[in-house]
């Protein structure tokens, strides 16, 4: 069995001092299709990663609207996944680079240098559009310059129980896969030094359904989610 396993170091409670995050991804040999819907043995088996409320990190306890992320990885990607729980899924986005969290959406942040104001930002939204950029200001980010980055090898795909955009059914929840070459993140990215790899990591939900807090994230950074103080820790092995 392949296990994804979660270690969450408790400090105290107070927002100067938040909870240290750390995600512990594990090796796959299975093959992860990218389809969106999260049937392989290693999503079965992954641990889930709850998403709190960003504005005061508690968790999200109301199935109705919850998420989770999960992580695996193989020898050329990390593979990365969210179920979020939604009453009304929409979206009227379809190009890419669209400002997606404008409206509902799911985003990573992934940096992988030393410099902590510079990172990838990916976001997802249930129509599977996506948005990539590299932040290299996040006090002042350029909304024209910095989504001219693509993220070369990125797949991702969108799994929806219900309808988009449609409010005579009943929707349920929609699932997000992806996956992302490392070579993309770190050029000169080794398998055999995966373990010295301590890259930080955030995931986060836009939810605009108003039945509960609209910003959800991983590590929560109790503010606007470009706080790389606040990310957690992605390890490998």
Not at 67 to 77: E, F, I, K, P, Q
Not at 99 to 128: G, H, K, Q
Not at 154 to 178: F, I, K, P, Q, Y
Request: proline fraction near 5%.
């Amino acid at each position: 069995m392949i296990l994804i396993i979660v270690c969450i170091i408790l400090s105290s409670g107070f927002l100067m001092d938040p909870p240290v995050f750390i995600v512990i991804s594990t090796l796959t040999e299975e093959e992860i299709h990218i389809d969106g819907y999260l049937n392989e043995t290693a999503w079965q088996s992954a641990q889930q990663l709850p998403l709190s409320n960003n504005l005061d990190g508690t968790r999200i306890r109301e199935t109705l609207f919850s998420s989770y992320a999960m992580t695996c990885h193989d020898r050329d990607n990390l593979y990365i996944a969210f179920v979020n729980h939604d009453q009304h899924i929409f979206s009227s986005f379809r190009n890419r680079d669209e400002f997606l969290w404008e409206e509902e959406a799911v985003e990573v942040f992934i940096d992988t240098d030393e410099i902590p104001s510079t990172y990838i930002e990916l976001e997802v939204s249930p129509r599977n559009v996506v948005f990539d950029s590299f932040i290299t200001d996040t006090a002042k980010i350029d909304l024209v310059v910095t989504p001219g980055f693509d993220l070369e090898g990125w797949r991702t795909a969108v799994s929806v129980h219900g309808t988009v955009n449609d409010n005579s059914d009943h929707d349920s929840l929609w699932t997000v896969e992806m996956a992302i070459p490392f070579t993309s993140l770190e050029p000169d990215f080794k398998m055999e030094r995966i373990t010295e790899y301590h890259w930080r990591i955030n995931f986060y939900r836009i939810d605009r359904d108003d039945l509960g807090p609209t910003n959800y994230a991983w590590s929560p950074t109790y503010r606007r989610f470009h706080t790389p103080s606040k990310f957690g820790t992605i390890l490998f092995r």
